[in-house]
């Protein structure tokens, strides 16, 4: 059971979109095709090389197929199937061609430090089975695509309002704001690295740009960009009142809630920054400094060393 246990949110939360009138046909679709994207994209190659990496290819992609999904599948009004369906497949497709470059660079011949540093937290929970544990958590990435990152975009796809609400604007904007803030993040890193290189430099701490007030400035941009969806998907949410049972209805709006929660944790202490910072500290001289100057999350002015 100590295996499975991460599962059972996302069982739930699967049944509760199943039992929903207006989501349940798009809801199994997509789980269908996370499904097949997760055995053939992740699991099967995590069977044949002991690698967890592979996720970073599949779950990008599962984010693409839920836009799709809820652009072709739902009869709410076309516009805003259309935007929330276009958002989807932007945060998607950039971290899925970023994942698919980094495999033709690399070929994913070593496992990332943020899943070699699961098999700690294995040993720690006595859990001795690793492929089975491996299985399991990339199975349960798969699980969010199915069932609490879908609420969103299925609750606005399944609006048939042509009025464009306020929160929507709001979180359309505050989206937008932290995909820039994020890729902007991203490409600072990349131009700190090659100019390291350059400079045949290595291990350096990146401290430019954004980097100087948070120490992941691209996970806190995309922690915001899921709550500005979450924004926008309130009018949504409460149009949908009309054709569900209250406690569906109840229950749709506190799984939209969850998805900050599960990204935030996803973010900062499961395959984010705890992680990475773990690695850092060891091979950075001067990252231990950086960590006492600068917040680790949230964008804050630097402390004075």
């Known amino acids: 059971m100590k295996y499975f246990s991460l599962l059972v949110p996302f069982a739930l939360g699967l049944v509760l979109l199943l039992l929903s009138a207006s989501l349940?046909?798009?809801?199994?679709?997509?789980?269908?095709?996370?499904?097949?994207?997760?055995?053939?994209?992740?699991?099967?190659?995590?069977?044949?090389?002991?690698?967890?990496?592979?996720?970073?290819?599949?779950?990008?992609?599962?984010?693409?197929?839920?836009?799709?999904?809820?652009?072709?599948?739902?009869?709410?009004?076309?516009?805003?199937?259309?935007?929330?369906?276009?958002?989807?497949?932007?945060?998607?497709?950039?971290?899925?061609?970023?994942?698919?470059?980094h495999l033709v660079a690399y070929e994913l011949s070593e496992e990332l430090p943020r899943y070699a540093y699961q098999r700690r937290r294995w040993k720690k929970t006595g859990k001795s089975n690793q492929m089975l544990a491996a299985q399991v958590e990339v199975i349960v990435q798969g699980a969010f695509n199915a069932t609490f990152l879908a609420y969103p975009a299925f609750i606005i796809a399944s609006n048939p309002s042509p009025v464009i609400s306020v929160f929507e604007w709001i979180g359309l904007a505050v989206w937008f704001s932290a995909f820039v803030f994020e890729e902007t993040a991203d490409r600072q890193k990349r131009q700190f690295i090659r100019r390291q290189k350059d400079a045949g430099i290595r291990n350096g701490v990146c401290d430019v740009g954004l980097w100087a007030y948070s120490r992941h400035p691209n996970y806190f941009g995309q922690w915001m960009g899921w709550n500005g969806i979450l924004i926008a998907t309130i009018p949504s949410w409460f149009a949908l009142y009309q054709a569900e049972f209250i406690a569906i209805w109840l229950a749709l709006g506190v799984g939209v809630l969850l998805v900050s929660y599960f990204m935030y944790n996803t973010l900062v202490f499961y395959s984010g920054a705890v992680p990475a910072e773990y690695y850092s500290v060891k091979k950075r001289p001067g990252f231990a400094d950086y960590q006492q100057r600068t917040s680790r999350f949230v964008p804050k002015p630097r402390l004075r060393s």
């Not at 009869?75 to 497949?89: E, P, Q, R, T």
Request: proline share 3%; charged share 10%; with cysteine.
């Open 24 to 101: 349940k046909e798009a809801a199994l679709i997509n789980a269908l095709s996370q499904l097949f994207l997760f055995l053939v994209v992740v699991c099967i190659p995590l069977y044949r090389t002991g690698r967890m990496s592979y996720v970073d290819i599949g779950w990008p992609f599962g984010i693409v197929i839920i836009g799709v999904v809820a652009f072709f599948t739902l009869d709410g009004h076309w516009l805003k199937a259309a935007a929330i369906g276009l958002v989807y497949f932007l945060i998607g497709a950039r971290m899925g061609v970023m994942a698919l470059k």
